[in-house]
């Protein structure tokens, strides 16, 4: 069994995945958009171009998403930022924990620098440019 998070955006799927693939070190796997999809000829223009479905691909892990707008009913009926959760990273250094998180924040809203804790060497938590919410957690203790 694995847990793959699906992520829903608001018209930049495309623009999130490129930047987080380069981010991340990963590959997008697969990306089709509404418009390639049979039958969505009566969609209006505007909406061909949003991504239906993407796949980026980070070593054995993996982010799917789509843009979930009024106009293509991507991810049932519209977007809504996301609440109630967050996407956790972790990570072996807090180097490497630094530079996701920095990348991260640039454009977003940091709800906690990244730091020491208690439980790590580096800890943080952002809502990037996209509007989803990370936290970046260094592997082992402080």
Request: hydrophobic share 40%; net charge negative.
């Amino acid at each position: 069994m694995q847990f793959i998070p699906y992520l829903n955006f608001n018209g930049n799927c495309a623009e999130a995945f490129a930047f987080y693939a380069r981010l991340f070190g990963g590959t997008i796997v697969h990306q089709s958009t509404f418009g390639e999809t049979p039958g969505m000829e009566q969609m209006p223009d505007s909406a061909k171009g949003l991504i239906m479905h993407a796949h980026l691909q980070i070593k054995d892990q993996a982010l799917m998403a789509s843009d979930a707008t009024d106009n293509c009913g991507g991810g049932g009926g519209g977007y809504q930022q996301a609440q109630g959760m967050w996407i956790s990273i972790g990570v072996d250094d807090a180097t490497e924990g630094g530079r996701i998180f920095n990348a991260l924040a640039e454009g977003g809203k940091v709800t906690m620098p990244f730091q020491a804790t208690f439980w790590s060497p580096g800890f943080g938590m952002v809502t990037d440019r996209f509007n989803t919410p990370w936290m970046v957690n260094v592997k082992g203790e402080a």
